[in-house]
């Protein structure tokens, strides 16, 4: 049994330094032993080493939190990291290997064509093609994964076939595909260019600020 | 900790072949889905990746092969051609490299190999891809050149057309409007002579600013060349 569980009220007001009643002789001999002792404590309290305020503080800093503060004050907590430069340049040729050889299947076919895509902007773009005797007329490019049928025109007046695109800015290539058969290059194109195949591509160079015509 | 240095350098080590065997496979799903045959596929895969390993975008030759599939051409000549197509990059690439650029971009490599192919010469492409400010404009400077070349200004012309834009600071728009600049002073008689001292002095894109305004896509509908009439037929921007 501890001496402050035999104290009653007033040898707690006593330690207080408070107004008190009457006090045993047995609590006034434990009292004055507390105070006594508590005396010797802040004696040597004020003899501490200096440094061992920061020895302390750095025994907290680096104590390892319990398990019962939970993770998240695990992954909150800050703490020092040590790192030997030799792996960190591992760590950062790993990451460079990584994103240069990833798999680019999600990427759409038109950002990994010739085409330039240079800016966010789009423009629209009016295809015409004169083909009277034509029963269907579409445009076939780098910048519909050259599907036959993905941009139809609309036959106007005069047997000639229209249609308009919004395209990014940047260089296009393409061809008219008349009837779903026949591939023709654009007479008024900016440029006709080898397709690789033996045929000639159309090249339109589209600027943020449009353009006039080919 | 020798087993987690060991774990590093194993996982260094296959990561490399690992994301080629990937990347591959990426090329093969991409033409599939486009329904080209699978042994097609595959073979264009297997270029694809070869060139890939020689720092030659992929995306390019996936490209190709699957216009040569849209356009009903033989699988022989579509590997054929995807197989030139990618040593003309590897070409373009060294040819970019020489400029200075010792990792280029897979968008310069291709806007090179394409110029090439129209016949601009490896030291123009270095001479465009130097003066160059900046690694994003070089490809589309490329772009231009080449249709400039195109349109018969000849490669020196287009070329010192479009060193002279960049060197003047104009603005991508300004560089991507020159084809259609050079187009309308061609069709208005200019000679290419004529063409490049008139865009190199600043007659170009401003002049046609205020023309472009009035237009808005409500050019009058276009005649055709086969018809016998001026080639007026185009593309008409409406924004």
Request: hydrophobic share 45%; net charge neutral.
């Amino acid at each position: 049994m501890r001496d402050r569980d035999v104290f009653g009220a007033d040898a707690h007001r006593y330690l207080d330094g408070e107004p008190f009643g009457e006090l045993s002789g047995a609590e006034f001999a434990a009292a004055d032993r507390l105070v006594a002792e508590a005396r010797e404590y802040a004696q040597r309290l004020g003899n501490l080493d200096p440094a061992l305020d920061e020895a302390v503080m750095a025994a907290v800093r680096d104590r390892v939190p319990s398990r019962q503060h939970g993770r998240l004050d695990w992954l909150l907590a800050p703490r020092t990291v040590r790192v030997r430069p030799v792996w960190a340049a591992v760590l950062a040729v790993a990451a460079a290997l990584v994103v240069w050889f990833a798999p680019r299947a999600s990427v759409p076919a038109g950002q990994g064509a010739p085409s330039v895509r240079t800016a966010t902007d789009t423009v629209f773009v009016r295809f015409e093609l004169a083909a009277p005797q034509a029963r269907s007329v579409s445009v076939a490019g780098s910048f519909n994964g050259w599907r036959v049928g993905a941009l139809t025109m609309s036959r106007t007046a005069g047997g000639v076939w229209s249609a308009t695109v919004a395209l990014p800015v940047g260089e296009h290539r393409y061809e008219f595909v008349v009837d779903s058969t026949q591939w023709v290059p654009d007479p008024t194109a900016h440029a006709q260019v080898d397709d690789g195949f033996g045929g000639r591509n159309s090249v339109i160079v589209v600027g943020p600020k449009g353009l006039v015509r080919s | 900790m020798t087993a987690i240095r060991g774990a590093w350098v194993a996982a260094c080590l296959l990561v490399a072949p690992a994301a080629l065997t990937a990347q591959a496979a990426g090329v093969e799903q991409r033409l599939e889905a486009r329904g080209v045959p699978a042994g097609l596929a595959r073979e264009v895969a297997a270029i694809a990746a070869d060139a890939s390993a020689r720092g030659v975008p992929e995306g390019p030759l996936a490209d190709k092969a699957i216009e040569g599939w849209a356009k009903q051409v033989p699988a022989p000549r579509i590997v054929s051609a995807v197989r030139r197509f990618a040593q003309e990059m590897s070409s373009a690439r060294e040819a970019v490299r020489g400029a200075g650029i010792e990792v280029p971009s897979g968008q310069v490599i291709a806007a090179a190999a394409e110029a090439m192919r129209s016949g601009m010469r490896p030291e123009q492409v270095r001479t465009v891809v130097r003066a160059a400010a900046a690694a994003d404009i070089a490809a589309p400077g490329l772009s231009v050149a080449a249709a400039l070349s195109a349109q018969g200004l000849g490669g020196d012309q287009a070329v010192k057309i479009v060193v002279g834009a960049m060197r003047n600071h104009q603005s991508m728009a300004e560089l991507l409007d020159l084809p259609s600049v050079a187009r309308e002073m061609h069709d208005q008689g200019m000679s290419p002579g004529d063409i490049e001292h008139r865009i190199l002095d600043g007659g170009g894109s401003g002049q046609q600013d205020g023309k472009r305004t009035g237009d808005h896509g409500d050019r009058p509908p276009s005649v055709p060349p086969t018809s016998g009439h001026d080639h007026e037929t185009g593309h008409l921007i409406a924004r």
